[in-house]
């Protein structure tokens, strides 16, 4: 059973940075993409960034120019730098490769 862990939310401050991490328990065959997702208070979860087997990221608009979703060379791990927050950006973020979700990280943005 593949697992996912995120790691990197907090406490930070409008305007600042945080880098988040997913790291996957065991190497996944045939990863399509990886992408990260978000759930704030009494809402739905919403896509936030993606990286698919072609390698050319994509992002919702709200995040654009803000937020870099990254991987590394050996599949297993992928990121998400996150600057110039906004207290809009408080949610629970969880990643996602293929079919595998990780239980999520807080990230709270105080303005």
């Known amino acids: 059973q593949v697992e996912l862990k995120e790691s990197g939310g907090g406490l930070v401050q409008t305007g600042g940075s945080l880098r988040l991490s997913c790291t996957a328990s065991q190497n996944i065959d045939n990863i399509y993409a990886m992408g990260w997702y978000r759930q704030a208070p009494y809402q739905q979860r919403e896509w936030i960034a993606m990286?698919?087997?072609?390698?050319?990221?994509d992002y919702r608009d709200s995040v654009k120019g803000r937020f870099t979703i990254s991987r590394d060379n050996a599949n297993t791990k992928h990121y998400l730098q996150m600057n110039n927050l906004k207290p809009e950006d408080t949610a629970i973020y969880s990643c996602?490769?293929?079919?595998?979700w990780g239980q999520g990280t807080q990230v709270t943005v105080s303005s």
């Open positions: 996602r490769i293929n079919g595998f």
């Open positions: 990286i698919p087997r072609s390698g050319v990221a």
